[in-house]
Structure formats: structure tokens, C-alpha cells
């Protein structure tokens, strides 16, 4: 049911407001008789509580005005106002046709007993009141039921979503400790055991997990000892224990003694009290195999390793340690091995006063393999070299070493020369190597040719020399493949090195600036051997 307030005191209509809505009514509001009259009009209130006093039209006005309207007059009427000086206001609210006329203030109660009064006055608007106040009644018990039986439902279905989200955690939790490789060993503060993950349990131990509930944990050990310092990890009752993993010897089911790792913990409950022990357990038995193999390889290596560097060294002594005396000519060279040893090597030997000869030779591959055969190709040439023109002791070095390269499916390329130095010739054999050039005094570089094929390669050729002439300034420059790996354009274009020792002072300076590359510094990506030869400017 409406009630309609008309006040033009905001606080008043919002007192009024409270007390109608507090017994069930809907309040609606207007500022003055004017106002009130329109509302009226509209919305047929089943009360009217008016304020005497108000601008535009007075509660008086609004009341006449009501009473002339056959659609309105039986509108039950209250007014609620302090008293208007220099009228009766009381007996003209009455005698206008008010039906109570109540005096502000009062308390909540005694102003809704007027109200009831007005409401209940006649038997018959007082049953139908009684009527509309229990079809109220009933409206709200039954919205209420509606809402409280809503909230029990969702209450139950929530109750079942958290009932059945705890069911798959648990299923969850569940499938994660079956899924563990190692076993769970549970117990109580007694070690008797009261839980184990059955697949680790099986795979592990060989029990079914029948077969190990309700008994002591000690079960798992193969020794007492080991038993023993487990437990001595265990801090007092009520304190916390470190989980650190210990070695111990555990035994299967059928016996069988391994290598195990248990990681042991204190069980608390829910009030952080330890009401037991967790063991972690696992086979380590591969594992203490794979550091023993791991050991023994570790040794291999450091053996392999010293052997190399004794291998290091002793080709390192191969090498030539002096330069010779050369009228006229300097000379150096350097070796840089992709590992600790390496294939590539040069010597030199003085055949007799002013004659020198020279090699340099590459065997394929790099390595303890490479440097083998390096040492023997070596000892060859070395042997055959005092005696004979290069072409000649080129034909016996491959003689001496066919059968060795063949056995070891290798070949080596090889520049083999002779020095004259008082003539300022050389000649020589280029056996497949080819990475040799003579940089004149003016720039210019000059390819030396001709070439054969390298010691290794079955050939029914004669080897064949060649002969350069040293002018002032002149340089023989002579380099293994590890150079062209290190900066390949060098195989397509020699003026590039050339150019880049161009006006070096000696031979070292020459070596120094072509093994300075960068690609050369750390590791170089293949053995390099590089060997200069340079003709002074006087014969000193």
C-alpha cells in the first residue's frame, strides 16, 4: 500500500517516510499541496499525511481541494503539524473533513497509533485493511521462503563443488606420491610403518605394500649400522631434522644387498607436532657404477692428457731449435697445433757450407695419428736430404714411406728445397702443397711452379724441380692449409698476404704478422706451419 507524504521539511518527510515503510507501507513524497495534489491524482494513495503549513498551497487548500474531487475524498486524511497560530487549526481540519490531526512532534509509536486509528476507524476498511496486511504477510513469508530456500540450494551446490574439488585434489595428491621413483616409506612415532607409494615400493624393494604395513621400517636395511645413523639424524622429539641424503646398504625382498640414498624427515600434523618419520629412499647402484666409470674415465683422460703433452714436447724437440747461418738470408718459422700435437712440421738442414735444405710438409689431419706419421716423414726426408737434389730425395722419401701411408690411409703434401745461398738460388719439388709464393722487393708476387702430386698419392710421375732466383729484398713465403682455414679469401687472392707484410725488416717480422690474425689467437682451427725465407740487401 502508498502513503503519501506532503512536507515541505526534508527531515519531517524523511521521519514519516521511515515509520510507513517500517509498517509495511511504500512512501512517496511531495514538497507541497500543489505537488501533493498531482501525486494524489496519480498514484490514489491509500493514505494522506499532510503538513498544515506549506508554501504555494497550504495542507488546508490540499485538503478542500481533495474532498471536491469525488476520486479522491475517501482518501483517508492526517495532518501532521505543529500548531498555526491565530487559527483553531485542529476544528478547521475537522470540520474540512481531516480525519485526525496529530501535533508534531511525537514518538515513532504514538504517531503510527493515530495512523492505525485512521486506517482502522470503520469495521468494514478496517477488515479490508486486516486483508491487505495479510496478503502482505503472506507475499513477503512466501518471497522469504523462496529467497532462504535459494540460498540453501546454492549453499548445498557450493558444499558440492568443494566437496567434489577435494575429492580430485585428493585423487591429484594421490596419483603425484604414486608417481614418485622413489619410495615413500611413512611411519608412526614407533617406525612402524603405516604408508608406502606402491609402484616405487614394488619396483625398488620388490613388496606389495601389504606386505610392509604395520611392520618395523628396519626391514628396508641390510645393516644395523646403517640403521642406526639414520635414526642418529633425527633431532629430540619437538624439534625439526634437516633432510640430508646418507648412503646406506638396503636389501630387496629376495635379498639382494644395493647401494641406497634415504633422505629421512619428521612427520608433523596439523598442529606442527611430529607424529611419525617420511623416508625417501632410492637405488643408487647405477648411479655409484656411473661415478666409478666416470673415476676410471676421469684417470684415462689425465693419463691421455700427460701423454699428449709428452707427445707435445717431444715434437716440440723435433723441431729445429737454431736458425742457420745464413750469408745474406734470414730466416724463421713457426709451428701453431690445432690440438697439443699436430701434423704439419718444417726442418731444415745444412747439406754443406752455404747450402741449406728446406722443408715443409703437411700431413692430412691433425692429431696424435697426424703427428705419428708427421715424425716419420720426417726422419725420412731428414735421412735422404744430405745426399741428393730435392726431385731425387723426394722419389726415395716416397719409396721409404709408400707402405706406411697406404696402412694409414693418409697422404702429406710437401715443399722440399735447396738453398744456395751464395748464388741466391733455390730449387725445389712442391709435392701437392702448393701455399708458397715469392714476394719480390717490389710488390709483386711471383707462383713457383711446377707441382706434383703429394707423397701418398699413387703416381707412376717423376717428381719435378723448380728454381727461383733471390733478389734484394726478396721473399720466400711457405704456409700449411691452417692459414687458408684461419682467413680462406687467402686461397683466392696471395697479394692480400703479400701485402700485409709488405716492408717487414726480417723474416721473424714477416712470421710475426701473418700468424697474428685473430682466427689464430685461441685455438687455431687446423695445425699452421708458416716458414719464411728473406734475401738481404748486402751479402753480410
Given at each position: 500500500?502508498?502513503?503519501?507524504?506532503?512536507?515541505?521539511?526534508?527531515?519531517?518527510?524523511?521521519?514519516?517516510?521511515?515509520i510507513?515503510?517500517?509498517?509495511g507501507?511504500e512512501a512517496?513524497e511531495?514538497?507541497?499541496g500543489?505537488?501533493?495534489?498531482?501525486?494524489a491524482?496519480?498514484?490514489?494513495?491509500?493514505?494522506?499525511i499532510?503538513?498544515?503549513l506549506?508554501?504555494?498551497?497550504?495542507?488546508?487548500?490540499f485538503?478542500?481541494?481533495?474532498?471536491?474531487?469525488?476520486?479522491?475524498?475517501?482518501?483517508?486524511?492526517?495532518?501532521?503539524?505543529?500548531?498555526?497560530?491565530?487559527?483553531?487549526?485542529e476544528?478547521?481540519?475537522m470540520?474540512?473533513?481531516a480525519?485526525?490531526?496529530?501535533?508534531k512532534?511525537?514518538?515513532?509509536?504514538?504517531?503510527?497509533?493515530?495512523v492505525?486509528?485512521?486506517?482502522?476507524?470503520?469495521?468494514?476498511?478496517?477488515?479490508?485493511?486486516r486483508?491487505?496486511?495479510?496478503e502482505?504477510?503472506?507475499?513477503?513469508?512466501?518471497?522469504?521462503?523462496?529467497i532462504?530456500?535459494?540460498?540453501?540450494?546454492?549453499?548445498?551446490?557450493?558444499?558440492?563443488?568443494?566437496?567434489?574439488e577435494?575429492?580430485q585434489?585428493?585423487?591429484?595428491?594421490?596419483?603425484?606420491y604414486?608417481?614418485m621413483?622413489?619410495?615413500?616409506?611413512?611411519?608412526?612415532?614407533?617406525?612402524?610403518?603405516i604408508?608406502?607409494?606402491?609402484?616405487?615400493?614394488?619396483?625398488?624393494?620388490?613388496y606389495?605394500?601389504g606386505?610392509?604395513?604395520?611392520?618395523?621400517?628396519?626391514?628396508?636395511?641390510?645393516?644395523?649400522?646403517?640403521?642406526?645413523?639414520?635414526g642418529?639424524?633425527f633431532p629430540?622429539?619437538?624439534?625439526?631434522?634437516?633432510?640430508?641424503?646418507?648412503?646406506?646398504?638396503l636389501?630387496?625382498?629376495?635379498?639382494?644387498?644395493?647401494?641406497?640414498e634415504?633422505?629421512?624427515?619428521?612427520?608433523?600434523?596439523?598442529?606442527e607436532?611430529?607424529?611419525?618419520?617420511?623416508?625417501?629412499?632410492r637405488?643408487?647402484?647405477?648411479?655409484?657404477?656411473?661415478?666409478e666409470a666416470?673415476r676410471?674415465?676421469?684417470?684415462?683422460?689425465?693419463?691421455?692428457?700427460?701423454?699428449?703433452?709428452?707427445?707435445a714436447?717431444?715434437q716440440?724437440?723435433?723441431?729445429?731449435?737454431?736458425?742457420?747461418?745464413?750469408?745474406?738470408f734470414?730466416m724463421?718459422?713457426?709451428?701453431?697445433?690445432?690440438?697439443?700435437?699436430g701434423?704439419?712440421?718444417?726442418?731444415?738442414?745444412?747439406?754443406?757450407?752455404?747450402?741449406?735444405?728446406?722443408?715443409?710438409?703437411?700431413v692430412?689431419?691433425?692429431?696424435l695419428?697426424?703427428a705419428m706419421?708427421?715424425?716419420?716423414?720426417?726422419?725420412?726426408?731428414?735421412?735422404v736430404?744430405?745426399?741428393?737434389?730435392?726431385?731425387?730425395?723426394l722419389?726415395l722419401a716416397?719409396?721409404?714411406?709408400?707402405v706406411?701411408?697406404?696402412?694409414?690411409d693418409?697422404?702429406?703434401?710437401?715443399?722440399?728445397?735447396?738453398?744456395?745461398?751464395a748464388?741466391?738460388?733455390?730449387?725445389?719439388?712442391d709435392?701437392?702443397?702448393?701455399y708458397v709464393?715469392?714476394?719480390?722487393?717490389?710488390?709483386?708476387?711471383?707462383?713457383?711452379?711446377?707441382?706434383?702430386?703429394?707423397l701418398?698419392?699413387?703416381?707412376?710421375?717423376?717428381?719435378?724441380?723448380?728454381?727461383?732466383?733471390?733478389?734484394?729484398?726478396?721473399?720466400?713465403?711457405?704456409?700449411?692449409?691452417?692459414?687458408?682455414?684461419?682467413q680462406?679469401?687467402?686461397?683466392?687472392?696471395?697479394?692480400?698476404?703479400?701485402?700485409?707484410?709488405?716492408?717487414?725488416?726480417?723474416?721473424?717480422d714477416?712470421?710475426?704478422?701473418?700468424?697474428?690474425?685473430?682466427?689464430?689467437?685461441?685455438?687455431?682451427?687446423?695445425?699452421?706451419?708458416v716458414?719464411?725465407?728473406?734475401?738481404k740487401?748486402?751479402a753480410?
Amino acid at each position: 500500500m502508498k502513503a503519501l507524504i506532503v512536507d515541505d521539511n526534508a527531515a519531517d518527510r524523511k521521519i514519516l517516510r521511515y515509520i510507513m515503510e517500517m509498517h509495511g507501507f511504500e512512501a512517496i513524497e511531495a514538497e507541497d499541496g500543489e505537488a501533493g495534489l498531482e501525486m494524489a491524482l496519480r498514484h490514489h494513495p491509500a493514505l494522506i499525511i499532510s503538513d498544515a503549513l506549506m508554501p504555494r498551497m497550504d495542507g488546508f487548500q490540499f485538503l478542500r481541494r481533495m474532498k471536491s474531487d469525488p476520486g479522491l475524498r475517501d482518501i483517508p486524511f492526517l495532518f501532521y503539524s505543529s500548531v498555526y497560530t491565530g487559527y483553531r487549526d485542529e476544528q478547521l481540519a475537522m470540520a474540512l473533513g481531516a480525519d485526525a490531526f496529530v501535533v508534531k512532534p511525537k514518538s515513532p509509536d504514538v504517531f503510527w497509533a493515530e495512523v492505525y486509528a485512521v486506517l482502522t476507524r470503520e469495521e468494514g476498511r478496517r477488515g479490508a485493511i486486516r486483508h491487505e496486511l495479510l496478503e502482505e504477510e503472506e507475499t513477503y513469508v512466501k518471497e522469504y521462503t523462496h529467497i532462504v530456500t535459494a540460498k540453501i540450494e546454492e549453499k548445498v551446490a557450493e558444499l558440492e563443488r568443494a566437496n567434489v574439488e577435494i575429492r580430485q585434489r585428493a585423487r591429484i595428491y594421490r596419483n603425484l606420491y604414486n608417481s614418485m621413483r622413489d619410495a615413500i616409506i611413512v611411519t608412526d612415532v614407533e617406525h612402524v610403518v603405516i604408508d608406502a607409494n606402491q609402484p616405487a615400493l614394488r619396483e625398488i624393494f620388490g613388496y606389495e605394500e601389504g606386505e610392509v604395513l604395520g611392520k618395523n621400517e628396519s626391514l628396508f636395511y641390510a645393516d644395523e649400522d646403517g640403521y642406526g645413523r639414520i635414526g642418529a639424524s633425527f633431532p629430540e622429539p619437538g624439534g625439526f631434522a634437516t633432510c640430508l641424503p646418507m648412503e646406506v646398504s638396503l636389501w630387496k625382498r629376495n635379498g639382494e644387498v644395493f647401494d641406497g640414498e634415504v633422505c629421512a624427515m619428521k612427520r608433523l600434523d596439523e598442529e606442527e607436532v611430529p607424529s611419525g618419520n617420511i623416508a625417501i629412499m632410492r637405488d643408487i647402484s647405477a648411479r655409484k657404477k656411473a661415478e666409478e666409470a666416470l673415476r676410471a674415465s676421469e684417470e684415462e683422460r689425465l693419463l691421455l692428457q700427460a701423454e699428449f703433452a709428452c707427445a707435445a714436447e717431444v715434437q716440440t724437440k723435433l723441431l729445429p731449435r737454431r736458425y742457420p747461418e745464413l750469408k745474406g738470408f734470414d730466416m724463421a718459422a713457426r709451428c701453431l697445433p690445432a690440438h697439443q700435437v699436430g701434423g704439419d712440421f718444417f726442418d731444415w738442414l745444412e747439406v754443406s757450407p752455404g747450402i741449406v735444405a728446406l722443408t715443409l710438409g703437411d700431413v692430412m689431419g691433425n692429431g696424435l695419428g697426424a703427428a705419428m706419421l708427421m715424425a716419420t716423414v720426417r726422419a725420412t726426408i731428414h735421412a735422404v736430404a744430405h745426399q741428393v737434389h730435392p726431385a731425387r730425395a723426394l722419389q726415395l722419401a716416397e719409396r721409404a714411406l709408400r707402405v706406411d701411408l697406404e696402412n694409414s690411409d693418409r697422404f702429406v703434401t710437401l715443399f722440399h728445397a735447396r738453398l744456395d745461398t751464395a748464388a741466391r738460388t733455390m730449387t725445389f719439388v712442391d709435392c701437392g702443397h702448393g701455399y708458397v709464393f715469392l714476394r719480390r722487393a717490389d710488390g709483386t708476387v711471383e707462383e713457383l711452379l711446377p707441382r706434383g702430386v703429394p707423397l701418398g698419392i699413387p703416381s707412376g710421375d717423376r717428381y719435378l724441380e723448380g728454381t727461383v732466383t733471390f733478389a734484394p729484398r726478396d721473399a720466400l713465403v711457405l704456409y700449411s692449409d691452417g692459414l687458408i682455414d684461419a682467413q680462406p679469401e687467402i686461397s683466392l687472392d696471395r697479394h692480400k698476404l703479400a701485402a700485409r707484410i709488405g716492408e717487414a725488416a726480417s723474416a721473424a717480422d714477416m712470421v710475426d704478422i701473418i700468424t697474428s690474425i685473430p682466427a689464430l689467437q685461441d685455438t687455431p682451427p687446423d695445425d699452421l706451419t708458416v716458414l719464411v725465407v728473406r734475401c738481404k740487401e748486402t751479402a753480410s
